[in-house]
């Protein structure tokens, strides 16, 4: 049975893979590369097919810009399937954008560091994996000293988003509360994605022009980032892009110790690590919540909302064994219960919580996936089987969807899966699963 999951999720990433040496999402609703998502394809490719897993990783950072930043898509092709595209995000504006590629003026989350660490423990010739780790790694650093130059205004190790989109968990219902503070433009625009997958399951036309209004800021700044700093509305310290900071600074650091020399580089991250973790854990955490919350750093207050999020300081090892337990009864009496599935990504309790819409209620398998790791961390073996074991169900049922509806029972019979369809980083990630 297993067996024959996997040969499905290969055949799902053999063909999103593209000649330029990239792999799209999923066909028709994104048709470009996207960080994150590479990221996690390239755990996929890894268990596989190490050719195709390291040109991932290899085109991802051949796109990066000569300020060390990684943007959130890179438009490889010129494919009009997709809005906004290349035309409206304008990365040539900014003076430091590659040259090779045009792409977005955003960022997603800094996945790249821990994903070579992964690629690393999967490789069968470690030798030959260390050599191109050998070959990418500067780059990734240099990402991460683009970060904390470039994203970290009050020096407190922990770095601000400057829109939804960096988040990858782009309507989660956390970003109603910044909509509120905002009263952008009514654009006149051409959806696409509702085109691929009903609308009901997207985001609304009134969200897409605050997402619109945010890139119009930048770009009228072309995009600089102490402009962007001092100027844009959305200003958050997310805890699920700091954690994936945090994690993949902690695999640089392993990775540099394994090459040899590069102790400038390791202190560098040393220290990095213990402010980023001291302030996440000092700020971020809630105590009447027994969650991590995110920040919203331009009108300096909690958004005191639980969502999957919260939970994803366990895969980078941020909570103290106490903290982590606590974190684990929320997630439970919160998320867990025998009607339904680990892990919706917002609080089921709260009403803004909708299990189909998106990132406003789905389980997602990019979040299960760390929470697993998570987990596994701190020794919630059950809890983590019991995410393994919902993740593998779900696909089985359904295929490999975007997203999952989490309630066991939903009204429509065989059927809990959302979004797109032979969803690249569901099939990734879904091997990893099965072959770990
Ligand atoms: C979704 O985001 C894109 C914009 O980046 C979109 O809705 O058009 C998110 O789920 C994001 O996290 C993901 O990287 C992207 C591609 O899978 O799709």
Redesign the pocket.
């Known amino acids: 049975m297993n067996e024959d999951l996997i040969d499905k999720a290969i055949n799902i990433l053999d063909a999103n893979f593209q000649k330029g040496g990239f792999t799209i999402?999923?066909k028709g609703l994104?048709p470009f590369q996207?960080k994150?998502?590479s990221g996690f394809i390239a755990i996929g490719f890894a268990h596989y097919d190490i050719e195709k897993s390291k040109t991932e990783i290899r085109t991802l950072l051949n796109a990066q810009w000569d300020n060390g930043f990684i943007p959130?898509?890179i438009f490889h092709t010129d494919n009009d399937s997709?809005f906004p595209g290349a035309d409206f995000h304008q990365s040539e504006l900014h003076p430091k954008s590659s040259k090779k590629y045009r792409s977005t003026g955003m960022t997603?989350p800094p996945v790249t560091g821990f994903v070579l660490q992964e690629m690393y423990r999967i490789a069968k010739y470690k030798e030959s994996m260390l050599n191109f780790i050998r070959e990418q790694i500067e780059k990734v650093y240099q990402n991460h000293v683009y970060f904390y130059t470039n994203r970290d205004p009050q020096n407190e190790g922990l770095m601000y988003i400057y829109h939804n989109?960096e988040s990858?968990?782009?309507n989660s219902p956390v970003w109603d509360d910044i909509w509120m503070t905002m009263n952008p433009p009514q654009y006149n625009f051409t959806r696409k994605?509702t085109t691929h997958v009903d609308a009901s399951q997207r985001p609304s036309n009134r969200e897409y022009d605050h997402y619109l209004h945010l890139i119009d800021i930048a770009k009228e700044n072309n995009y600089d980032d102490v402009k962007i700093a001092e100027l844009s509305p959305f200003l958050v310290q997310d805890p699920l892009f700091n954690a994936m900071l945090i994690k993949s600074n902690q695999a640089l650091i392993e990775l540099y110790e394994l090459i040899g020399g590069n102790e400038d580089k390791i202190k560098t991250l040393l220290k990095w690590q213990s402010k980023s973790i001291a302030s996440f854990n000092e700020k971020l955490f809630d105590v009447e919540l027994d969650a991590y919350v995110h920040y919203d750093l331009r009108n300096e207050k909690a958004i005191r909302h639980i969502t999957s999020s919260s939970f994803s300081p366990l895969f980078a090892n941020i909570p103290s064994p106490e903290r982590a337990k606590i974190l684990v009864n929320t997630m439970l009496e919160k998320f867990g219960g025998e009607d339904k599935y680990l892990c919706a990504s917002f609080d089921p309790t709260n009403d803004r919580f909708n299990p189909r819409k998106?990132?406003r209620g789905p389980v997602w398998i990019n979040m299960n996936w760390m929470l697993y790791y998570g987990l596994k961390n701190y020794k919630f073996d059950d809890v983590a089987e019991q995410i393994k074991k919902d993740s593998i169900e779900l696909i089985q049922r359904d295929g490999f969807f975007?997203y999952f509806d989490c309630r066991k029972d939903n009204g429509e019979p065989n059927r809990t899966g959302y979004g797109g369809d032979n969803f690249s980083?569901s099939a990734a990630l879904l091997i990893d699963l099965l072959k770990s």
């Open positions: 999402p999923s994104y996207w994150w998502d959130h898509i997709y997603q989109w990858g968990t782009d994605d998106y990132w975007e980083w």
